[in-house]
């Protein structure tokens, strides 16, 4: 009798991660997340360091724990050199922007988790399943069983005021603080725009009307409309943002917080284009920005705010950052994160 368990592991690609840490008690954690996101995993390797001569062409994915990230310029770090470029996600515990910034410099690296996010919101395990399930799209993923939730779908631009009312609504029902309620309404509002204004292409990919002035209406065709989704744990709060083009390039979004975080965004005037604050804008808003694109197809934006006690404590806590690619049938995950 022919085992099917065994045929389908054979068709299926192979998973195999690195986990780079040297702290024996976060290496067990880190393994956990692992083994908890990936069935049968064909291999977990681990290191206390890396070296720019590593081979990391044979990885599914790689993990960056802090403290072998503290110790190694991205720059200098092997995948810089290597032509398969698998996911690599950098775990971080300062909430400093400068030693955010040269992380958000290397292009490859897609994945940036703040340490506490990972480690209270689960945050770690989410990410490996994605990028091993091609499964990327969906808020739901980001928040726990039983959670509150609302959708929307719209087609004018004029529903966009009512939409940002509903969500700010939605936040000050769950007793969100007034300061950050304000900063869910900045995020969301951006994202609206964007999917009114830069998301809709024509059959040739040009933009439809990324060149209107945002006062100006805006109306999509039935297949076209936008779904929104509020989403509620009593941890945080999120809002998510579908459009049905896929023409958002993540390469435009990493180069706009790029600019923000090398010049904070009070001096950087609206003269640099008004797209581009919006979005570092909506970055800075947010604990945690994550991207979903499937191209010509879909880009999912998803906003998440933990729901801290103050304003303050936000201002002190850490940010992450998600892009995810979907693949196509044939297309491995090192190949498909090569062209991010």
């Known amino acids: 009798m022919i085992d099917t368990r065994d045929s389908l592991r054979a068709l299926r690609t192979p998973t195999r991660v690195l986990l780079a840490c040297g702290t024996p008690q976060r290496l067990r954690a880190l393994t956990a997340a692992v083994r908890s996101a990936i069935e049968e995993p064909d291999a977990i390797d681990t290191v206390d360091d ?38 690599v996600v950098v775990l971080l515990q300062s909430t400093s922007r400068a030693e955010l910034l040269p992380w958000f410099e290397q292009t490859v690296t897609a994945h940036v988790l703040h340490h506490d996010n990972a480690q209270q919101y689960n945050d770690l395990h989410v990410t490996l399943r994605k990028l091993v399930s091609n499964d990327i799209f969906g808020i ?14 719209l087609q004018h631009s004029s529903e966009k005021e009512r939409l940002v009312s509903e969500a700010e609504a939605f936040a000050e029902m769950l007793c969100v603080p007034s300061r950050m309620r304000a900063l869910v309404v900045t995020a969301f509002d951006e994202f609206l725009s964007n ?22 209406p805006v109306v999509l065709g039935p297949e076209e409309a936008i779904t929104v989704r509020l989403c509620a744990d009593g941890r945080r709060i999120g809002v998510s943002v ?17 600019r923000g975080l090398r010049r904070d965004a009070r001096t950087w005037s609206h003269s640099h284009g008004g797209a581009g604050l919006g979005f570092y804008c909506a970055f800075e808003s947010l604990s945690h920005l994550v991207i979903n694109i499937d191209a010509r197809k879909r880009t999912e934006i998803i906003g998440i705010l933990a729901m801290r006690d103050s304003y303050r404590d936000f201002l002190g806590s850490g940010k992450s950052f998600n892009v995810f690619a979907r693949r196509g049938p044939l297309q491995r995950s090192d190949e498909r994160e090569a062209t991010l």
Do not use: M
């Open 50 to 87: 890396l070296s720019p001569t590593f081979d990391v062409s044979p990885y599914s994915a790689i993990v960056i724990d802090d403290d072998v990230a503290s110790r190694n310029p991205p720059a200098s770090l092997p995948w810089t050199r290597s032509t398969a470029r698998p996911p």
């Open 140 to 153: 739901e993923k980001y928040f726990a069983w039983g959670a509150r939730e609302r959708s929307f779908t």
């Open 195 to 216: 999917a009114f204004y830069n998301a809709p292409v024509d059959e040739s990919g040009r933009h439809r009307f990324r060149d209107r002035d945002r006062t100006d």
């Open 242 to 258: 579908c459009d049905p083009f896929g023409s958002l390039d993540p390469r435009i979004i990493q180069s706009t917080i790029l």
